[in-house]
């Protein structure tokens, strides 16, 4: 896989879902400069990053030009990935092919079809017209994305028909607005006629009655009802389509709407008479019964026109073949003759270099004949043999020489070249490395010479005795200063009384702990005691009981009710306020209060904390603020005790 789709994937799982729009601008350009686009699409939707687009069409665009982003940009993008070919057989991508046109498929139509719907509920919240404009241009945009896909997989009539039976999509077609109204309508047209199947019976023709009977009631509405040319145009040619995918549908426009011919009547003359006049023939045939006479003409006129196009194009290829073709002879012509007239050009020049170059040779030859006829006759008898002696030599030595360049060049030839280029090579090599080896050997010598001058640094003894003295006087200066026994005795009286005053505290704190201890588990036991033991109502209240068992179970309840625990007695008083409050209050003022108590804390903190566990008691020693707040929390839990004598302690 793509290393750049990897890491992009892991970017994703990571982000927000508010970016998600701006991060798969990323994907487009990606997409845009990949050279194999199919193999992109395959690895985008083998990495699960579809699914995620698919789901960020969804959201709610309420961002600047989050909207033109959604429609223009994501919606394009989302069409372009699912818009290929995906084999099913292959091995290599059949983990992901079945969910791809069983899942993603499916998913990626109801996510185009929701946001034309939030498009169209922005559009009618919109009061501003040109921004009223940019949403139709963005529904329109959307739609178009949706039709791309459908053609692609045109195979996939489950498609079609998940569009045709999608609430959303009705939604969008229920629409009193005009442009919108055009708008669908012409897409249903489209869809209409790619739900035909080559063999049996299409899409449409497969939907529920009463989803076909509100679809022709729709468009039966709308020719009632609009005046616009745009409108009337797609509802009469989406009639048409439906018609002639579903024969059922027209005895349905005969027996139901008995007044469409009459409404027909008033788009006459608008720019799609052709379109009335077929419709108002499959309406009247089917109340007839039999043919009608302006389809078989329409039908007639339709034949001849195609043949006479047919024939119009056969001629036209034929003739710009000819064209071609004699455009190419002649071309081909005109190129063997000027070759021709080149070579005959060329070899009139070579002969006439040759004849020169024959001419010039002769004319040298005389002249050297003529030359040595004339020295010969002025040289005297006796030297003519020496000077023919030295002609043969120069000769021969001229001969010679003309023969070793020749055999020079075609050693040359024969690679010889290599073996000069091989010898200037190593030759330059060596010439290198000996001025390399110069090079060094002079670096040595300069480096000893440099030696032989350098005289070693030793530390001398006057240098090592003001060293010694520059060290005595930085320790003589920074000596510590003596402390005197006044000093040393202030500093340790303070010390016995931090750490007594330190005692002290923790003692008297340790003694208010222990009473705390105490109190929690005399009121532990206090309330297990009367929680367990207290006498029922209904044993004081028996009627076989006496009199006198009756009176002493009264008398033990009271005695349990006069329990001297002051602890419980708090708690007790405490719930019966509560209790009160709750009685008091109306029914809507109970309810918040008991959602209060449930998120606020409860009044006792010591008692939740569960003592002094949870926290340092030495901050609260040394914080006189809290130790305060202590000691007056202990007291509300123990009347008897005053601050004072825990002062005291």
């Known amino acids: ?32 400069r990949s050279t194999s686009i199919t193999s992109v699409k395959h690895e985008i939707i083998a990495l699960d990053i579809l699914p995620i687009l698919l789901l ?41 092919s079945n969910k791809f046109y069983d899942k993603y498929l499916p998913q990626g139509i109801d996510s185009f079809i929701l946001l034309t719907r939030h498009l169209q509920d922005r559009y009618t919240q919109e009061k501003k017209s040109h921004l009223r404009q940019d949403y ?82 729709e468009l039966a509405y709308k020719l009632t009802v609009f005046d616009n040319n745009d409108v009337g145009r797609g509802a009469v040619r989406a009639l048409i389509a439906i018609c002639e995918t579903d024969s059922s549908i027209v005895s349905l426009l005969s027996a139901k709407f008995k007044g469409l011919p009459t409404v027909l009547q008033r788009w006459h003359g608008r720019g799609f008479g052709m379109d009335l006049q077929d419709l108002l023939a499959i309406i009247k045939r089917s109340s007839k019964g039999g043919p009608y006479s302006r389809e078989d003409q329409r039908e007639n006129y339709a034949a001849s026109r195609i043949q006479a196009l047919w024939r119009g194009h056969i001629t036209r290829k034929q003739l710009t073949r000819a064209n ?34 024959t001419r010039e040779h002769y004319r040298r030859l005389r002249q050297f004949k003529l030359q040595q006829m004339q020295t010969i006759q002025l040289l005297p008898a006796s030297e003519v043999e020496k000077y023919l002696e030295i002609q043969r030599l120069q000769s021969a030595t001229k001969i010679q020489a003309l023969f070793r360049g020749h055999l020079q060049r075609r050693n040359l030839n024969n690679g010889g070249h290599d073996r000069l280029i091989a010898d200037r090579a190593a030759r330059r090599i060596q010439r290198t490395f000996r001025h390399y080896r110069q090079r060094k050997l002079a670096q040595l010598d300069r480096r000893q010479q440099r030696l032989e001058y350098i005289k070693p640094t030793i530390l001398t003894e006057a240098k090592r005795e003001e060293l010694i003295e520059q060290i005595e006087k930085w320790k003589s200066e920074r000596a510590p200063r003596p402390m005197s026994d006044e000093e040393f005795h202030a500093l340790h009286t303070r010390g016995q009384d931090s750490l007594n005053r330190y005692v002290t505290t923790n003692r008297a704190w340790r003694r208010i702990e222990q009473r705390q201890r105490l109190l929690l588990h005399m009121m532990n036991n206090d309330s297990e005691f009367l929680l367990s033991n207290y006498p029922k ?10 009199i006198d068992s009756s009176t002493n179970h009264i008398d033990k309840a009271a005695s349990y009710l006069n329990h001297p625990s002051s602890a419980i007695r708090y708690r007790a008083r405490q719930a019966h306020i509560e209790a009160l409050k709750y009685a008091r209050s109306p029914w809507y003022k109970a309810i918040q209060l008991a959602n209060m108590d449930e998120d606020e804390d409860d009044e006792d903190e010591y008692l939740n904390r569960g003592g002094l566990d949870d926290f340092s008691r030495n901050d609260i020693l040394n914080n006189p603020t809290r130790y305060e707040y202590e000691k007056r929390k202990f007291h509300q839990f123990s009347p008897n005790t005053t601050i004072s004598s825990i002062e005291r302690h």
């Not at 890491?7 to 990606?30: G, V």
């Not at 084999?87 to 992901?96: C, G, L, M, P, R």
């Not at 455009?327 to 081909?332: A, P, R």
Request: a positive charge.
């Open 324 to 357: 071609q073709a004699m455009k190419q002879f002649q071309t081909s012509f005109r190129k063997r003759k000027l070759r021709e007239i080149q070579v005959k050009d060329r070899e009139r020049e070579r002969a006439e270099v040759q004849y020169q170059a």
């Open 136 to 217: 139709i241009t963005y529904m329109n945009t959307v739609m178009n994305n949706l039709i791309e896909v459908l053609n692609f997989h045109s195979n996939q009539y489950s498609l079609i028909k998940q569009v045709l039976v999608s609430s959303k999509f009705m939604e969008l077609f229920l629409t009193d607005d005009v442009y919108i109204c055009s708008l669908m309508i012409n897409i249903f047209e489209d869809i209409v006629r790619k739900s035909r199947r080559l063999t049996g019976p299409s899409v449409f023709y497969e939907l529920s009655n009463k989803l076909k009977q509100d679809y022709v009631n």
């Open 56 to 96: 960020t069409l969804r959201q709610d665009f309420t961002l600047t030009n989050g909207w033109r982003l959604a429609s223009t940009n994501l919606s394009q993008l989302a069409s372009l990935c699912m818009c290929v070919e995906v084999d099913k057989t292959n091995t290599k991508i059949k983990a992901w």
């Open 537 to 546: 109502l209904k044993s004081v209240m028996e009627p076989n009981n006496t």
């Open 1 to 32: 896989m793509t290393t750049n789709l990897v890491a992009y994937a892991k970017e994703l799982s990571r982000i927000k879902p508010e970016d998600l729009p701006e991060k798969f601008l990323q994907l487009q350009h990606l997409l845009q």
